[in-house]
């Protein structure tokens, strides 16, 4: 099975990518502008006729779409999560209309919803910032699409490698240099108040590698999480156990951004067991622990030293 991963260098691509090539039988293609990928795909720029030629060049059965962008102005954000799905969409039906496309959305999608609510995949989508409001646009195209094709909407994923653009990858960095530098420091972190449901980046890969392999057709839209939501100050302070920190960690007092208009984020994750056999295997402290082991502890050795642990190659940008 030819299997082609866009945006194989992003934090969720990167354990995708790890996922499907141990799969056997498979052959792995990786898209995107590193000069290490296979195939040099930019689908935020590339016009639909472009893509086709190089679609055309991997013959793939399934394509794996992970490219995102979560920060930068509405223009890039519309290119890359609203436009770039819209022009793969339009490829695969010229040159791989028999192919598989599984597209990573996120629940940023959905908006605001009710406090202790799970949210189903036919909840009303009600997204408050560009983010939420570009990657809907890209699910839409993907879900409107006569391919074969179906859109994982992933919470808020968390687990090794995790990019410092979100609050998990930058806090392991802090804690990090706190832990190595000034182990009585004081952290400051935003306000934590906010419920969040954190699925693990290996149970994400998981679920794709079931999305691409499974036969027949699949629903159009399935929720990725872990099914329940912890307040966010579960996870720092999983992580600052985890660390071993013995310092302060100082949280804001206002709300600001996000927090304010969701402050609760919920999956109803049923669909994804009954229609993938799916289900999430780790903890937020499996999580944690596995986050700060890849990319916390190595800051806190000493210059040279080597305790004889595996070192895992950080990632690039994150897809969510």
Same mark, same amino acid.
């Given at each position: 099975?030819?299997?082609?991963?866009?945006?194989?260098?992003?934090?969720?691509?990167?354990?995708?990518?790890?996922?499907?090539?141990?799969?056997?039988?498979?052959? +792995?293609?990786?898209?995107?502008?590193?000069?290490?990928?296979? =195939?040099?795909? @930019?689908?935020?720029?590339?016009?639909?006729?472009?893509?086709?030629?190089?679609?055309?060049?991997?013959?793939?059965?399934?394509?794996?779409?992970?490219?995102?962008?979560?920060?930068?102005?509405?223009?890039?954000?519309?290119?890359?999560?609203?436009?770039?799905?819209?022009? +793969?969409?339009?490829?695969?039906?010229?040159?791989? %209309?028999?192919?598989?496309?599984?597209?990573?959305?996120?629940?940023?999608?959905?908006? %605001?919803?009710?406090?202790?609510?799970?949210?189903?995949? /036919?909840?009303?989508?009600?997204?408050?910032?560009?983010?939420?409001?570009?990657?809907?646009?890209?699910?839409?195209?993907?879900?409107?699409?006569?391919? @074969?094709? +179906? $859109?994982?909407?992933?919470?808020? %994923?968390? #687990?090794?490698?995790? %990019?410092?653009? #979100?609050?998990?990858?930058?806090?392991?960095?802090?804690?990090?240099?706190?832990?190595?530098?000034?182990?009585?420091?004081?952290?400051?972190? /935003? @306000?934590?108040?906010?419920?969040? @449901?954190? $699925?693990?980046?290996?149970?994400?890969?998981?679920?794709?590698?079931?999305?691409?392999?499974?036969?027949?057709?699949?629903?159009?839209?399935?929720?990725?999480?872990?099914?329940?939501?912890?307040?966010?100050?579960?996870?720092?302070?999983?992580?600052?156990?985890?660390?071993?920190?013995?310092?302060?960690?100082?949280?804001? =007092?206002?709300?600001?951004?996000?927090?304010?208009?969701?402050? !609760?984020?919920?999956?109803?994750?049923?669909?994804?067991?009954?229609?993938?056999?799916?289900?999430?295997?780790?903890? =937020?402290?499996?999580?944690?622990?596995?986050? !700060?082991?890849?990319?916390?502890?190595?800051?806190?050795?000493?210059?040279?030293?080597?305790?004889?642990?595996?070192?895992?190659?950080?990632?690039?940008?994150?897809?969510?």
């Amino acid at each position: 099975m030819r299997i082609l991963v866009l945006g194989s260098t992003g934090y969720l691509g990167g354990h995708i990518a790890e996922r499907l090539h141990a799969l056997p039988g498979v052959r +792995l293609l990786r898209g995107g502008r590193a000069p290490s990928d296979d =195939l040099r795909v @930019d689908l935020a720029h590339m016009t639909p006729a472009a893509l086709a030629e190089q679609l055309t060049r991997a013959e793939p059965d399934a394509v794996v779409n992970c490219v995102g962008a979560v920060g930068g102005s509405a223009l890039t954000l519309a290119e890359v999560n609203s436009r770039g799905p819209a022009a +793969l969409c339009e490829a695969m039906r010229a040159a791989a %209309p028999d192919a598989r496309l599984v597209h990573l959305g996120s629940a940023a999608e959905y908006g %605001p919803t009710g406090i202790g609510e799970r949210t189903e995949e /036919g909840a009303a989508a009600r997204p408050v910032a560009p983010y939420g409001a570009t990657k809907l646009a890209g699910t839409l195209a993907v879900i409107d699409t006569e391919l @074969d094709a +179906l $859109v994982l909407r992933v919470t808020n %994923p968390v #687990g090794p490698r995790a %990019p410092r653009a #979100g609050l998990p990858g930058r806090l392991t960095a802090e804690l990090g240099r706190a832990v190595a530098r000034t182990p009585h420091a004081t952290v400051q972190v /935003g @306000d934590l108040s906010a419920y969040r @449901d954190f $699925v693990d980046v290996r149970d994400v890969a998981h679920a794709v590698a079931l999305a691409v392999a499974l036969p027949g057709r699949l629903p159009r839209l399935l929720n990725i999480g872990s099914g329940r939501a912890v307040p966010v100050r579960d996870l720092v302070h999983g992580l600052v156990g985890a660390a071993g920190f013995t310092g302060r960690v100082e949280e804001s =007092l206002g709300k600001v951004g996000r927090s304010v208009a969701v402050p !609760w984020q919920c999956a109803d994750i049923g669909a994804a067991e009954r229609e993938l056999g799916w289900t999430p295997t780790y903890s =937020l402290r499996d999580s944690v622990t596995a986050l !700060w082991v890849a990319d916390g502890a190595a800051r806190t050795r000493p210059e040279g030293a080597d305790d004889g642990a595996p070192r895992l190659a950080p990632a690039g940008g994150d897809s969510r």
